[in-house]
């Protein structure tokens, strides 16, 4: 026994030896294994990543941190990052918010649950995982989620409100101050998961200040370009890291009176916001806009909505290219399946139309960065449908078309070499 145990003590020592090397070793392997994940950059009109220009095939799943809360949706959201890392999409733009409503990430003013932060904390490792980025929205112009409505009751609660008007969203101070409580919260959240905080996680593509944002109350729109400085200022002095952009449909407002005719009516330079003005703020990096000719004009033929969609994509790339200095992304764009005599074909010659400008524009290193369907999702998710959404691998030829984009993009990106990024598989 004695013998026994003068031999057990080197044994044991250096078989701890061994595992400590191994771990090491197995600890460096990991790191090594890790691409390299930097932040998406902008340089003039041109996205850049790792030196490279980086153009963006995308698309819109907004339900993704309200999906990942419970656990017998959460499977839903895996299933669509892994389709659309499949599909060699690259960012996804998704809510960054849920003020008041079920399953809020912001319960009051100041209150957050701590549960569905968890669950934006996995939305955001797990689109590391396959590869994708991330825009988040901030705030919503319209009701769904909350948005501008729940800050001006949640005012009105407080006995602070300055009117009922949702407007007031962007003039009153108090609301203002609320809203800039929220963008501290979100911007240095540490991630539960991966123990890094949002404004340092370059799995965010960018941030969007707002959804759509309209303040018809003043059609100067005056006031929401007092609300964008301010709050596109707030966010630059926290997070220095990450690109940002407003969230406009890209109407013409007061300010360029020679671009008025490209508006789809003359009510959209009445809606207080005006696209040349609103980006040419310095902290704001990028210009976005939607393309929605049958929601806007009304009861088109598919071939007149298509001469619109020419006009309009084109005027927002030459307005990037001379006016902005800076990209635009198209961060939806939709066809209604309530359309007169629709056709899901139409939706194929609706998309190929959008990308191939995109195409032609990345082609010739023009400011047109992007385009992002609205909206994609996967089975079983009928009542967040619309009559915009998709199922994409339900109908082969959009399938298809969605692929081919990818692929256009990644071989401009990468010259022949398509063995990097998330288009490796799918080309």
Same mark, same amino acid.
């Given at each position: 026994?004695?013998? %026994?145990?003068?031999?057990?003590?080197?044994?044991?020592?250096?078989?701890?030896?061994? #595992?400590?090397?191994?771990?090491?070793?197995?600890?460096?392997? !990991?790191?090594?294994?890790? =691409?390299?994940?930097?932040? /998406?950059?902008?340089?003039?009109?041109? !996205? !850049?990543?790792?030196?490279?220009?980086?153009? /963006?095939?995308?698309?819109?799943?907004?339900?993704?941190?309200?999906?990942?809360?419970?656990?017998?949706?959460?499977?839903?959201?895996?299933?669509?990052?892994?389709?659309?890392?499949?599909? +060699?999409?690259? /960012?996804?733009?998704?809510?960054? $918010?849920?003020?008041?409503?079920?399953?809020?990430?912001?319960?009051? =003013?100041?209150?957050?649950?701590?549960? /569905?932060?968890?669950?934006?904390?996995?939305?955001?490792?797990?689109?590391?995982?396959? %590869?994708?980025?991330?825009?988040?929205?901030?705030?919503?112009?319209?009701?769904?989620?909350? %948005?501008?409505?729940?800050?001006?009751?949640?005012?009105?609660?407080?006995?602070?409100?300055?009117?009922?008007? &949702?407007?007031? $969203?962007? $003039?009153?101070?108090?609301?203002?101050? @609320?809203?800039?409580?929220?963008?501290?919260?979100?911007?240095?959240?540490?991630?539960?998961?991966?123990?890094?905080? *949002?404004? &340092?996680?370059?799995?965010?593509?960018?941030?969007?200040?707002?959804?759509?944002?309209?303040?018809?109350?003043?059609?100067?729109?005056?006031?929401?370009?007092?609300?964008?400085?301010?709050?596109? %200022?707030?966010?630059?002095?926290?997070?220095?890291?990450?690109?940002?952009?407003?969230?406009?449909?890209?109407?013409?407002? =007061?300010?360029?009176?020679?671009?008025?005719? #490209?508006?789809?009516?003359?009510?959209?330079?009445?809606?207080?916001?005006?696209?040349?003005?609103?980006?040419?703020?310095?902290?704001?990096?990028? #210009?976005?806009? @939607?393309?929605?000719?049958?929601?806007?004009?009304?009861?088109?033929?598919?071939?007149?909505?298509?001469? $619109?969609?020419?006009?309009?994509?084109?005027?927002?790339?030459?307005?990037?290219?001379?006016?902005?200095?800076? =990209?635009?992304?198209?961060?939806?764009?939709?066809?209604?399946?309530?359309?007169?005599?629709?056709?899901?074909?139409?939706?194929?010659?609706?998309?190929?139309?959008?990308?191939?400008?995109?195409?032609?524009?990345?082609?010739? @290193?023009?400011?047109?960065?992007?385009?992002?369907?609205?909206?994609?999702?996967?089975?079983?998710?009928?009542?967040?449908?619309?009559?915009? +959404?998709?199922?994409?691998?339900?109908?082969?030829?959009? *399938?298809?078309?969605?692929?081919?984009?990818?692929?256009?993009?990644? #071989?401009?990106?990468?010259?022949?070499?398509?063995?990097?990024?998330?288009?490796?598989?799918?080309?």
């Amino acid at each position: 026994m004695v013998a %026994g145990n003068g031999l057990l003590f080197p044994v044991l020592g250096f078989a701890s030896c061994i #595992a400590f090397i191994y771990m090491s070793v197995g600890d460096l392997r !990991f790191h090594f294994q890790q =691409p390299k994940y930097g932040f /998406v950059e902008r340089n003039g009109t041109q !996205f !850049f990543l790792d030196g490279k220009a980086f153009y /963006v095939n995308g698309w819109n799943s907004y339900w993704l941190m309200d999906q990942a809360v419970e656990d017998f949706s959460r499977p839903r959201v895996r299933a669509m990052l892994q389709a659309g890392e499949k599909m +060699g999409l690259s /960012v996804c733009r998704t809510w960054g $918010f849920n003020d008041g409503a079920y399953n809020a990430l912001q319960i009051s =003013p100041g209150r957050f649950d701590e549960r /569905v932060f968890k669950a934006l904390d996995w939305v955001i490792a797990e689109a590391r995982q396959h %590869g994708i980025r991330l825009i988040f929205s901030l705030v919503n112009n319209l009701q769904q989620f909350g %948005g501008k409505t729940q800050y001006v009751k949640w005012a009105l609660d407080e006995g602070i409100g300055l009117s009922s008007s &949702n407007d007031s $969203f962007f $003039f009153d101070p108090s609301i203002r101050q @609320h809203f800039k409580t929220y963008l501290k919260k979100v911007l240095t959240r540490k991630n539960s998961i991966t123990g890094i905080e *949002y404004r &340092n996680d370059p799995t965010i593509f960018a941030w969007e200040l707002i959804n759509e944002p309209r303040c018809t109350s003043d059609a100067s729109g005056d006031t929401l370009q007092d609300w964008i400085e301010e709050m596109a %200022g707030f966010v630059k002095s926290i997070d220095k890291n990450h690109l940002l952009t407003v969230g406009l449909e890209g109407f013409y407002g =007061p300010t360029s009176p020679g671009k008025l005719s #490209a508006n789809p009516g003359e009510w959209a330079s009445a809606v207080g916001t005006d696209f040349i003005r609103n980006n040419k703020i310095s902290s704001i990096d990028f #210009a976005s806009v @939607h393309v929605y000719p049958d929601h806007w004009i009304m009861d088109q033929e598919l071939e007149d909505q298509l001469r $619109f969609v020419y006009k309009w994509v084109n005027s927002h790339i030459d307005d990037g290219d001379r006016e902005l200095g800076k =990209p635009v992304l198209f961060a939806e764009f939709g066809l209604s399946n309530k359309n007169k005599n629709f056709k899901p074909s139409h939706r194929d010659t609706f998309y190929r139309s959008v990308y191939d400008i995109i195409y032609k524009s990345a082609r010739k @290193h023009r400011s047109g960065a992007g385009a992002f369907p609205w909206q994609f999702m996967v089975g079983g998710m009928e009542e967040y449908n619309d009559d915009n +959404g998709i199922i994409p691998w339900e109908r082969p030829s959009m *399938y298809t078309l969605i692929t081919e984009q990818s692929c256009r993009l990644a #071989a401009l990106q990468h010259g022949q070499d398509r063995s990097k990024g998330s288009s490796e598989e799918v080309c």
